[in-house]
């Protein structure tokens, strides 16, 4: 078997080498078990680290590293844009130490509304079109969509775990909350090493509506899940033609489909015909649209057309006339269009994504599932941290209220003790305090303890005792659970829902 001598400043040990064990040697090694340990590595850095999407939060590392730190930075839609130069610098140095242009292109997508179904980014300036790319990062302005506060907004309290950066000295979250199906709703595409997945975007209320009617039925049927989520929604309209692939694809994980373009055939002038297309198949331009109809026009390979004038821009969206002659049948004209151009164009759905660091293949149910499983553990410690703040608080408020029926004893306390210790333990004595409650009141600035009302502080001690009670209870079920997280979806769609773009045609 062939080998090759390796020195062992690169050698990979299972324990490791001892410093200076090797200094100055060079060691025999087998390069066939060099080369398939190194590859898996490396494509399991890939799959795990770049290329698939967790089917929890639907999004690739690089996505949520932005997400993550643009909400760290408070770059709310409330408040003002920043160069997307400064966020892709802050990404790349703190969480995602590759290529700028990689987190630029990640940022850019996130922005665009006819690649995302519900854009999570709101860009402003040039982020491109489906014919011509963005302006440089140093032109545009980003911050946080609306939309994607429901994804991060719950970060902060215990909902996710998070891990160490690349270099250990930050933490990043591992998986974002996700308050709503964000892998169905904005779809995304990624290729691995051996594997790769593309998911089509989905219409939000309907891909709510469906995991509400999981959530009441975890035995549901993929019918009946179809009856909420028919098809796909391409942000860009277009019609779909046959559910057969579709239904494939929900089934499986895996299936085909025909998108085709929206057209209209009306007069364009006094004498002649014309077919008008108002939307494409997603991810199709009309300058490539234009292009392939005047070459097979060109080649005679299409008869009947006169003229193509490309009318589209970013107020009125896609708007190509073709002028057709005198003579010609719009409908036959038509049906040559969608056979010979990107006018109908196939779209291939592979639904893999990561399941617990592994990558998998999901149908509908599948998808849903894993997004019910992951809210319900999402909103578990999200109460947790709420309840046990509470509580921690509600302890406080305790021994306020003990404290400030006699105010003046306590000031006087704090005077006339020698150090912080004894003021303690005459706190401790005196009011039946706890060491935390003490210590609380020791730490508060005298101005702030002699301007508390005691009313106030009993309708504080009201609301948390309320608070603690609700979440208990809470607690207590998975049942009350799920009901919370059928809520919030609903609270989700009433805020963020549209109307469906692509038409599902026979």
Do not use: C, W
């Given at each position: 078997m062939a080998t090759a001598k390796k020195t062992t400043a690169t050698k990979k040990a299972a324990d490791g080498p001892k410093p200076g064990e090797y200094a100055g040697k060079?060691?025999?090694i087998d390069v066939s078990s060099e080369m398939s340990e190194s590859f898996l590595e490396y494509a399991y850095s890939v799959i795990y680290s770049r290329a698939l999407p967790d089917a929890r939060d639907g999004l690739k590392p690089v996505h949520r590293r932005i997400l993550h730190q643009m909400a760290d930075m408070g770059l709310r839609p409330d408040r003002g844009h920043v160069k997307s130069a400064r966020v892709v610098g802050e990404v790349m140095g703190k969480l995602h130490p590759h290529g700028d242009g990689a987190i630029y292109d990640a940022l850019v997508r996130m922005a665009q509304s006819f690649s995302?179904?519900?854009?999570?980014?709101?860009?402003?300036?040039?982020?491109?079109?489906?014919?011509?790319?963005?302006a440089a990062m140093r032109y545009t302005e980003a911050r946080l969509a609306s939309a994607a506060l429901a994804?991060?907004?719950?970060?902060?309290?215990?909902?996710?775990?998070?891990?160490?950066?690349?270099d250990g000295q930050l933490s990043e979250p591992l998986v974002l909350p996700a308050a709503y199906p964000n892998l169905l709703v904005n779809g995304g595409s990624g290729i691995a090493v051996g594997m790769a997945t593309n998911m089509a975007p989905h219409n939000l209320g309907e891909v709510i509506a469906a995991t509400k009617y999981l959530i009441d039925n975890p035995k549901a049927t993929l019918n009946q899940?179809?009856?909420?989520?028919?098809?796909?929604?391409?942000?860009?309209?277009?019609?779909?033609?046959?559910?057969?692939?579709?239904?494939?694809?929900?089934?499986?994980?895996?299936g085909s489909f025909k998108v085709r373009a929206t057209v209209e055939i009306a007069?364009?002038?006094?004498?002649?015909m014309g077919i008008i297309i108002k939307e494409l198949p997603f991810n199709i331009g009309p300058e490539k649209v234009v292009e392939r109809i005047a070459d097979l026009a060109k080649a005679k390979k299409i008869q009947g057309i006169s003229?193509?004038?490309?009318?589209?821009?970013?107020?009125?969206?896609?708007?190509?006339?073709?002028?057709?002659k005198n003579g010609f049948e719009p409908e036959d004209v038509l049906e040559k269009l969608y056979k010979l151009t990107p006018m109908e164009d196939a779209f291939s759905i592979n639904a893999v994504a990561l399941v617990k660091g592994r990558p998998q293949t999901l149908g509908l149910?599948?998808?849903?599932?894993?997004?019910?499983?992951?809210?319900?553990?999402?909103?578990?410690?999200r109460s947790e941290f709420r309840k046990a703040k509470a509580t921690a608080r509600l302890l406080m408020v305790d021994g306020l209220l003990k404290a400030i029926i006699d105010i003046d004893k306590v000031i006087k306390i704090i005077r006339g003790s020698d150090d912080a210790a004894a003021a303690k333990a005459s706190l401790i004595k005196d009011f039946k305090l706890n060491d935390e409650q003490a210590t609380y009141i020791l730490d508060m600035p005298l101005r702030r303890l002699t301007k508390m009302s005691k009313l106030e502080l009993e309708n504080e001690?009201?609301?948390l005792k309320a608070i603690i009670a609700e979440l208990t209870n809470l607690l207590k079920s998975e049942e009350n659970i799920r009901a919370l997280i059928s809520t919030e979806l609903t609270a989700v769609a009433k805020s963020f829902a549209t109307p469906r773009r692509t038409r599902i045609g026979a």
């Open positions: 060079i060691v025999d995302m179904q519900l854009p999570l980014i709101d860009g402003h300036g040039n982020f491109g079109s489906l014919d011509s790319g963005p994804m991060v907004s719950e970060s902060d309290e215990n909902t996710v775990d998070f891990g160490p950066n690349y899940l179809m009856k909420h989520v028919q098809a796909p929604d391409f942000p860009t309209g277009g019609e779909i033609v046959g559910l057969e692939g579709v239904r494939e694809a929900y089934a499986t994980g895996k007069k364009v002038s006094s004498r002649k003229d193509i004038i490309d009318l589209t821009d970013g107020q009125t969206g896609t708007n190509v006339v073709i002028e057709l149910k599948e998808l849903l599932q894993v997004f019910v499983d992951h809210r319900i553990e999402v909103v578990t410690r001690q009201k609301e």
